[in-house]
């Protein structure tokens, strides 16, 4: 915490920063910048003032967020890591653990704060960053992802310390402790989609807080009777949510209800009656006798939204999920593994595209069209939901030695015609464009 009260480390790390040619010496600033230690770190001020008590303790979480944000925020959610703390270049890598570590964080932060912008974070990684490293089988991960990532290669990559396999896709590419780590992101997050509202402050609080969303079922003692609660949503891909609540006989008590901030004109209803006009980033509060057969719908409207980036690029979001460019793959093996493989993925078309995209009213310029959800949800074979937009060819921006070199500063200039391209999930497209240069005029 005291690392974020005064942020020293606000450009991207280098070797010479460190002075790694000088061994161990200064180990504690690679600790310190490291960024596996950094996303563990920030549970620590909600974490710490359960001890302390104090509201300064507790609210540090926001501060360390909005710093890693400012400084090596990425659009997938992440701040960069490709070991260490490495700036805003959306072809910077972030590490798989963490990834998951922060996602651990922002669980625990978001059950003892109840601030509700920490599950739109997190929803961000869930949704995003996490399987977005993953293949379709997830026998297949990375240890670098980036949000512009062009090609998975043994290329040089502007990697501070990581090795050159770091964003292969592979059984333990680089390293193995993100093939020890990554498994615990998906199952945590299910064990805290529900949490249990605030008992210590007084016993009218005693009740249910649905954080975050996704299928799932609950079962819960609450004032001594069991309580049972389907979920059943198609969550992130679509925008309703349905809770099947069932207490073993009629029981009183209070169901908090996340509302993310981007879910302007949500509505809430119970048997059918709306309950609530809710307020975006807040908790709906339902304090009412809930019977057996209760149920309660959600509907968070999803327009697209304009996001803005390094270089005064932009990125695409709907719902919970952002939005990239799929570039055409090409996945070649390059080792078995035992039951796995180790793969390196080249482009096989050109990813070059600056956006024409109506920043204020978006919908204007985005199309939506949702199609049937697979079995595998993320997979890029069965997208469950497709943008469309208009775009132009940046003639001078280019790949470097299989990295896509910074974006140029927007709004470019681009000469090429003007088409449509299709946007898909992040985490469809294992190799992506998600920050674009914004096509002037
Ligand atoms: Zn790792």
Known sequence: MTQYANFHYTERITSDFLKLERGNGLKDLALATHGVNNGQ?????????LVSGSSTDRDAVLRMISELDKYHGLPNGMFSCDEHLAGRDPSQGSELCTVVEYMFSLEHALAITGDPSLGDKLELLVFNALPGTFSD????????????????????KPWTTDGSESNLYGLEPNFGCCTANFHQGWPKFTNSLFVLSGKQESDAEDGLVAAAYAPCEVGIIIRGMAVHIAEVTDYPFRGHVRLNVNPASALNFPLRLRIPA???GATVTVNGRPSAYPEPGSFARIDRAWNPGDRVELSFPMSPRVSGWFNNSVAIERGPLVFSYGIGESWVKMRQRGLAADWQVFPTNEWNYALHVDAEAPANSIVVKEEEIGDVPFARSHCAVKLSAKARKVDDWRAEDGVASPLPQSP?????PESTITLIPYAAAKLRITAFPQAAG
Do not use: F
Not at 42 to 49: D, N
Not at 412 to 416: E, G, L, M, S
């Open 41 to 49: 770190a920030v549970k620590t001020g909600p974490v710490w003032s």
């Open 262 to 264: 981007w879910a302007k």
């Open 137 to 156: 089988d997830v026998w297949a991960h990375q240890y670098n992802q980036e949000p512009n990532q062009v090609e998975c290669s043994l290329h040089h």
């Open 412 to 416: 470019v200039t681009a000469n090429q």
